[in-house]
Every structure is written in C-alpha cells, then in structure tokens.
C-alpha cells in the first residue's frame, strides 16, 4: 500500500533527491505546556510574525439548539474583556501595527495576529484575554445579533456558499457536520449569555488548544507565554464526556428551483476520506487531476485537464471546480459547476464520465503532471508566515505533528496510477453520491440518472 511506500521514502531513501530548499527548510517546533496546551512554531528571518490559537471546535460541535454559538463567540471576542474594553482593544491593536481577525470552520475556529516581532509577547497576551476574559456583555450580544443576521444574509447572496452549505446538508443528514456555520437565523435572534459561556466552558480547554506562530518568534519564549497567559486553562472538563455526532454519509439531493436565474449551480459530490486516512492523498492528486476551469481563463481550451478541456470544446458552462474536504472522520470530494439551463445534462455526463474515468483509464502521465502541480500547489500556499501558522495549527489539530515538506513531497511521489484507480473505485465506482443545486435546474438530471453513471458497464 501507499502509505509504506511513502513511509520508506520518508525513512531516508530517496529524499536527497530532493532540492535544499525543500529538504533544509525550516523545523517545526512542537512543545506542551503543563496543563495541556500545545505550542508549535516556525522560525524564520525577518520583522514580523503570525501568532495565532487554533482551537479544535466548530461548528460540528454544536447542537442543534446552539448552532451558531462557535461564530457568534468569535464576533463577541473582540467586544471587550474584564481588562480591556472594545475602544481599548482596538486602540492597541492599531498603535502596534498590527492585524487581528479570527475564523470559525466547521471543525476549527482560529484567532490570530500579525504582528513585528517585538510584540509578539503583547500578541499572545491580546489573545489570551479575548478568548479567557471576554465580558460577553448583553447589550453587545443584542447589538451583535444585528450584525450577525446581516452577514446572514451577505453570505445567502453568495451562490457557492449556499450551494455547498446546502450539500453538507443533505450529505450528512441530521448531524454535527450537516449545520451551518452561522447557525439558523432562530438561533442567532435566541442565543443566550448563558449558552455561549456553556459553548467556552465545555470546548476551550487545554488540550484542544494549539498556539502555532510562524516568522521572527522564539520557540522558548513563545511557550514560556503560553505557559504564562494560558497556563490556567482547564484540561478536559465538559469536552472530555462531549463526543460530536458521527458523520454518516446519506445519498440525497437538495434541489432548488428558482427560473429566473441566469445560469444553475451545482455540486456533486461523494463520500470522501479523512485527513488521517490512506486515501487522503490520492484523493488530492485526483482533485489536481480534475482541475478547474473559467471560460474567462486565458488557457481556453489549452489545458492539461481532460475534464477541462471538454467543458470548453462543448462549452458546457462558466466554470468549474473540483473540491476534496477533509474532515475528522468523513469527507467530501466533487464538482462545484456554473452552467446555463441547457447545458446541465451534458455537463453531468461529462463530469461523470471524467470522474469514473479514474477508476479505469487514467494515465501514468497525468498522474505524474497531477503530482508535481499539487507539490507546487502547496509550496505556493506557504508564501506566508500566515498562511505557515495556518499549516502549523492545522496539521497540530489533526495530526498530532507538522509533517515537513520533505515529507509531504514523499507521500505523494509514493502514489502511482494504480492507487489513484484504487481510490477512485473506492470512493467513485457504484457509489452513492450527494447533490446539491440552486438556479433553473428543470433539465437537470434527477438522482437515479446520475447514480447509474456512477459507474461503467465494462464487458
């Protein structure tokens, strides 16, 4: 199987193959504190930094009656603490320099700084208080509802949002993983002082926090403040007995008719892997393998994709993406499609058609010009000290460690086209699949037409 193949590589052999740049970057430094708070960094030269706190809850850990609470702390963080209020906060924030945001995922929700490198100790303090110390005061939480309901209705306005929203939905029916991040607008107007406290002292606690800093920082310092400003954390608490719903994969459709929109948006998707499981990386040099494609791309019908290359000969549509999310246990892999009204059963049988395709007929060359775009893909996406943080307090959350680029370098030179068919059989071939669509979708195919093209007659 792949995954010794790669540990092999990993291991020694093979990686001198690899150039300086890739195989003398950077370590990454792991430590604990002593109530249970993990602290990764990167060092790196330069004057600024990213200090952030990666917190292993979302979304998927809320129920149904608090869904909304994760994103609703993450508006009410930056409202005041018991030391600072809201002006005094923002006031600091803007005399260093620096940049304070944060985000809520369905499985995370993170807060950061960017920052010089001498305040990074006043970083780590900012964020210790905000997440430690927030006053979650009522007439805040009234004002924040306002806003909140406004986003609400910003991000219905965004068709890829609400798409994949809705797939998630109906994809893991009735469970953690099928709620909005924002929660129902029921739940925004009637979430309580009482229920946030209950969302904070039942999830943040020691060991589900990560602090992961990347740039000018010093792993000794960083984890003496950590020690510092989030040393009386509790361990376990509440979080130890809360277990989130499984994900249970359901094969169901969510269509929504409106005919007076120009064009239908669509994702299909099937049941995908984990982040821990074998099939995790085979499934990435798939999605590179698919690609994407947007008739405004000046590549037309040059593309190295067959996929897209047939979306612009037929010109079956706007665009197209291919998506692979990972999640704790489950995931989702598909096509997110733009395409006019009479177009969509072209544009299905072609997506079907390239992505049965890979359980069959896929090539020895396209896999190898899939894994050296999905290597170079991943090298772009650490062209930040922000986004290295990001790689660092992810990769802490769900695997346990940073894997080095070396080492990613090696797990995906380890797949061979056998692999990718495997996988693709495994996930694609006769397969159940979950649909989500929006727009003037009278000719789109229903669900059993699709599921039959799920897999080929082969005589």
Same mark, same amino acid.
């Given at each position: 199987?792949?995954?010794?193949?790669?540990?092999?590589?990993?291991?020694?052999?093979?990686?001198?193959?690899?150039?300086?740049?890739?195989?003398?970057?950077?370590?990454?430094?792991?430590?604990?504190?002593?109530?249970?708070?993990?602290?990764?960094?990167?060092?790196?030269?330069?004057?600024?930094?990213?200090?952030?706190?990666?917190?292993?809850?979302?979304?998927?850990?809320?129920?149904?009656?608090?869904?909304?609470?994760?994103?609703?702390?993450?508006?009410?963080?930056?409202?005041?603490?018991?030391?600072?209020?809201?002006?005094?906060?923002?006031?600091?924030?803007?005399?260093?320099?620096?940049?304070?945001?944060?985000?809520?995922?369905?499985?995370?929700?993170?807060?950061?700084?960017?920052?010089?490198?001498?305040?990074?100790?006043?970083?780590?303090?900012?964020?210790?208080?905000?997440?430690?110390?927030?006053?979650?005061?009522?007439?805040?939480?009234?004002?924040?509802?306002?806003?909140?309901?406004?986003?609400?209705?910003?991000?219905?306005?965004?068709?890829?949002?609400?798409?994949?929203?809705?797939?998630?939905?109906?994809?893991?029916?009735?469970?953690?993983?099928?709620?909005?991040?924002?929660?129902?607008?029921?739940?925004?107007?009637?979430?309580?002082?009482?229920?946030?406290?209950?969302?904070?002292?039942?999830?943040?606690?020691?060991?589900?926090?990560?602090?992961? &800093?990347?740039?000018?920082?010093? *792993?000794?310092?960083? %984890?003496?403040? =950590?020690?510092?400003?989030?040393? @009386? #954390?509790?361990?376990?608490?509440?979080?130890?007995?809360?277990?989130?719903?499984?994900?249970?994969?359901?094969?169901?459709?969510?269509?929504?008719?409106?005919?007076?929109?120009?064009?239908?948006?669509?994702?299909?998707?099937?049941?995908?892997?984990?982040?821990?499981?074998?099939?995790?990386?085979?499934?990435?040099?798939?999605?590179?393998?698919?690609?994407?494609?947007?008739?405004?791309?000046?590549?037309?019908?040059?593309?190295?994709?067959?996929?897209?290359?047939?979306? &612009?000969?037929?010109?079956?549509? *706007?665009?197209?993406? %291919?998506?692979? =999310?990972?999640?704790?246990?489950? @995931? #989702?892999?598909?096509?997110?499609?733009?395409?006019?009204?009479?177009?969509?059963?072209?544009?299905?049988?072609?997506?079907?058609?390239?992505?049965?395709?890979?359980?069959?007929?896929?090539?020895?060359?396209?896999?190898?010009?899939?894994?050296?775009?999905?290597?170079?893909?991943?090298?772009?996406?650490?062209?930040?000290?922000?986004?290295?943080?990001?790689?660092?307090?992810?990769?802490?959350?769900?695997?346990?460690?940073?894997?080095?680029?070396?080492?990613?370098?090696?797990?995906?030179?380890?797949?061979?086209?056998?692999?990718?068919?495997?996988?693709?059989?495994?996930?694609?071939?006769?397969?159940?699949?979950?649909?989500?669509?929006?727009?003037?979708?009278?000719?789109?195919?229903?669900?059993?037409?699709?599921?039959?093209?799920?897999?080929?007659?082969?005589?």
């Amino acid at each position: 199987m792949f995954v010794r193949r790669a540990s092999k590589i990993v291991a020694g052999r093979g990686l001198s193959t690899y150039p300086a740049f890739i195989t003398n970057a950077p370590v990454t430094e792991l430590s604990k504190t002593k109530n249970g708070v993990r602290v990764a960094s990167e060092t790196a030269h330069g004057e600024t930094a990213t200090v952030g706190v990666w917190i292993d809850a979302g979304s998927r850990y809320e129920t149904a009656k608090n869904n909304g609470a994760a994103h609703f702390l993450e508006h009410m963080a930056f409202k005041g603490t018991k030391n600072r209020t809201q002006q005094q906060l923002e006031l600091e924030i803007e005399n260093m320099g620096a940049h304070l945001n944060a985000y809520t995922s369905r499985e995370q929700t993170v807060y950061y700084a960017k920052v010089f490198k001498n305040d990074v100790p006043k970083a780590v303090e900012i964020l210790a208080d905000i997440l430690q110390n927030s006053t979650l005061d009522e007439g805040a939480i009234n004002r924040e509802r306002d806003v909140i309901l406004r986003e609400s209705v910003e991000v219905n306005k965004q068709y890829e949002e609400v798409i994949l929203d809705e797939l998630h939905s109906t994809a893991f029916l009735g469970t953690g993983l099928g709620r909005t991040i924002l929660g129902p607008d029921e739940n925004i107007k009637n979430l309580t002082k009482a229920d946030l406290q209950d969302y904070t002292k039942t999830h943040y606690t020691a060991d589900r926090f990560v602090i992961a &800093a990347a740039g000018a920082v010093d *792993h000794k310092q960083l %984890t003496e403040l =950590t020690e510092k400003h989030f040393g @009386g #954390l509790v361990t376990g608490s509440g979080a130890a007995n809360f277990k989130p719903e499984p994900a249970q994969f359901t094969g169901s459709d969510k269509r929504i008719r409106y005919d007076s929109m120009g064009e239908a948006h669509v994702a299909l998707a099937f049941q995908g892997a984990s982040w821990t499981s074998e099939y995790a990386y085979p499934l990435m040099v798939m999605q590179t393998l698919l690609g994407s494609w947007d008739r405004s791309s000046a590549a037309g019908r040059n593309v190295s994709s067959r996929f897209a290359a047939n979306f &612009a000969d037929h010109e079956l549509g *706007h665009s197209f993406t %291919t998506f692979n =999310t990972s999640y704790k246990d489950t @995931g #989702l892999f598909g096509v997110y499609l733009v395409a006019p009204d009479n177009k969509l059963d072209d544009a299905m049988w072609y997506t079907l058609d390239n992505m049965v395709r890979l359980c069959h007929n896929v090539t020895d060359q396209e896999v190898e010009r899939a894994k050296t775009q999905l290597k170079a893909s991943m090298l772009m996406q650490l062209d930040s000290f922000s986004n290295v943080a990001e790689d660092i307090g992810r990769q802490v959350l769900t695997y346990g460690r940073r894997m080095s680029s070396a080492e990613t370098f090696a797990r995906i030179d380890a797949i061979t086209t056998d692999d990718i068919k495997r996988t693709a059989n495994k996930v694609i071939n006769d397969e159940d699949h979950a649909l989500a669509a929006i727009g003037p979708i009278f000719e789109l195919p229903d669900y059993n037409w699709i599921r039959r093209r799920s897999y080929w007659h082969r005589y």
